[in-house]
């Protein structure tokens, strides 16, 4: 009989039932890290939120803990919307995180420390007792229902605080900024950090510092010369997340995007597919950043009630700044590798013009697999009409069905074994005007036979020249989940599909080349992933 929840994740973050949303105060505290996550305990959609919380060594096991945060008190008697942590001086985590006090969602913002520091799982929060500290008045010109996701704070030279709060004012999305000395009374700032006309409400702002040589992360309160600035906004609007690289002017207290704005036709992603309400923190251990975020459902809500859950939390993955300072660059935490078994490699070979094979030996509902190509004759790309500027519906226009010279070619994950459903992953080349241009495409529309989900195809352009550089590919294929990156993490998507028949050991993992010429596999190396312990105990209520 087949699986009763064949949707479930193996190796992705995810409570045993119920709704989760936006990850919350992410952190590393005594050599352990802390999730906390938006959940509502009473069921599949979202409401009632608190703060719910787990914790991990590697970032991909997890330990549950009590609700962290739930409401409590007159300043989040209505909910325990999201924000961050911050450590202060001598270790010492705090928390602010948004407060609802009405029932017509009217936004504070509140604080909380840990109760006993000698822990280190955090497990009790104490509220501060003058919550608010911030709050939208007619004197400060904030919209009680658009002010929310306070940031971690960063530290300047002059020893003041700064956090920034996502708000709009009418369409002009904007991050707040609020400035404090002991961080409990806070002061508005006249002028925002930054805003952007038309964006729509700002959700969970991120605003960090990244080095400008290596890998390696910094943390928050880090200036000077040897860094950029990143800003990061969620759209409320169109639920996709747009960043920018920049300088932080810090006399002026504003951020200024090297190009572009937080835009919603412009911008960067971190992700073109689904994924929101992100959030970076430092890894002073490891001296890396991290970025959290959460993956939604793509499935009916009849159907998340049916199945009693909702929401995911995508793999941890490191960030840094791209060596040509113009985009970010992702990968999935090392730790995920621990989870890897039964390796399977394919010797390098071609795929010729409309071939397939299959990558067998691991489980295809539950893998990694890696693949890199090498192109043997580009100059057979066809030609890149310069109107096509939107990478999403030229994927959609060009699926995995629609074949040119140089690609559709990659991986066909969670395919069924007469391919009635697959989710294709997969690279085209054009000819472009000085340069080859690549397009990344991540196609659900023969993902299921549930014509309930939603199947939209997603794409991106990838900053890879293919005359100099292997084009190389990574997914991470869990159930119900494919999270790919594209060129060593240049572009990144990640995908919710539900097959009917590509479900369990019905499953099978392909490697494809549908253009009409041949391609070269320099390696595929594909591993079964072990399951995570992320819930081992079944927890009935965790308050
Ligand atoms: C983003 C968001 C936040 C808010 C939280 C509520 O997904 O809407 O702006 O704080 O979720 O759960």
């Known amino acids: 009989s087949p699986p009763s929840q064949p949707y479930r994740t193996g ?58 945060i739930y409401p409590s008190q007159p300043s989040d008697h209505y ?18 995180y948004t407060g609802i006090i009405d029932p017509e969602n009217t936004q504070v913002q509140n604080l909380a420390v840990p109760k006993n520091l000698s822990d280190p799982y955090l497990r009790e929060w104490v509220k501060y007792p003058q919550n608010p ?102 759209l409320d609007d169109t639920k996709h997340e747009y960043y920018t690289i920049g300088t932080y002017n810090i006399t002026l207290d504003r951020y200024f995007p090297d190009k ?4 919603s036709d412009s911008g960067l992603r971190y992700d073109y597919g689904k994924y929101y309400a992100s959030k970076t923190f430092f890894d002073h251990e490891k001296n890396r950043r ?28 490191k960030i840094w700044l791209d060596k040509s300072r113009k985009q970010l660059v992702q990968w999935p935490i090392v730790e995920l590798e621990k989870q890897r078994e039964n390796h399977v490699q394919l010797p390098s070979q071609f795929l010729k013009g409309g071939s397939r094979i299959e990558v067998s030996g691991v489980t295809p509902v539950q893998a990694d697999v890696e693949i890199s190509f090498e192109i043997p004759d580009l100059k057979k790309a066809e030609v890149f009409n310069p109107s096509w500027t939107d990478p999403q519906l030229l994927c959609s226009q060009k699926g995995a069905s629609v074949k040119s010279a140089l690609g559709p070619f990659g991986l066909l994950a969670l395919a069924s074994k007469d391919l009635q459903e697959y989710t ?47 084009l190389s590919l990574r997914s991470l294929i869990d159930h119900s989940i494919v999270e790919s990156f594209g060129g060593g993490g240049k572009a990144c998507i990640a995908a919710r599909v539900y097959p009917t028949l590509a479900i369990d050991k019905n499953a099978h993992l392909y490697a494809f080349n549908y253009g009409t010429e041949k391609v070269k596999i320099l390696n595929l190396n594909a591993w079964s992933m072990k399951k995570a312990h992320i819930f081992e105990s079944v927890i009935e209520d965790l308050k």
């Open 260 to 263: 572009g704005s937080v835009d």
């Open 424 to 470: 294709a992953i997969f690279f085209k080349i054009f000819k472009g005007k000085d340069k080859y241009v690549v397009l990344m495409c991540s196609d659900q529309s023969r993902s299921s036979l549930n014509d309930d989900n939603d199947k939209t195809t997603y794409g991106a352009f990838l900053n890879v020249d293919p005359v100099h550089e292997k």
């Open 133 to 234: 500290l911030m709050e939208p008045t007619i004197e400060n010109e904030i919209n009680g229902s658009s002010f929310r996701d306070p940031t971690t704070a960063w530290l300047g030279h002059d020893n003041i605080w700064r956090v920034i709060i996502g708000s709009k004012i009418h369409r002009k999305g904007l991050a707040v900024l609020y400035r404090s000395r002991d961080f409990k009374k806070w002061t508005k700032a006249k002028h925002p950090l930054h805003s952007a006309k038309d964006t729509g409400m700002w959700e969970c702002p991120d605003f960090f510092p990244v080095s400008t040589s290596g890998q390696n992360g910094v943390d928050a309160s880090t200036f000077g010369p040897n860094v950029k600035h990143v800003l990061k906004a969620s």
């Open 290 to 317: 991290i970025l959290l975020g959460w993956i939604n459902e793509s499935s009916s809500v009849a159907d998340d009630i049916k199945k009693g859950w909702a929401g995911v939390q995508a793999i941890p993955r």
């Open 79 to 96: 909910g325990c919307w999201s924000g961050s942590a911050t450590i202060l001086p001598g270790d010492k985590p705090i928390i602010l």
């Open 11 to 68: 190796y992705h973050f995810q409570p045993p039932k119920n709704w989760i949303n936006d990850p919350n105060g992410p952190m590393i505290y005594k050599g352990i890290y802390h999730l906390f996550y938006q959940y509502n305990p009473k069921g599949a959609v979202w409401g009632n939120i608190v703060w719910a919380h787990s914790t991990s060594t590697d970032l991909i096991n997890w330990t549950p803990h009590p609700h962290a």
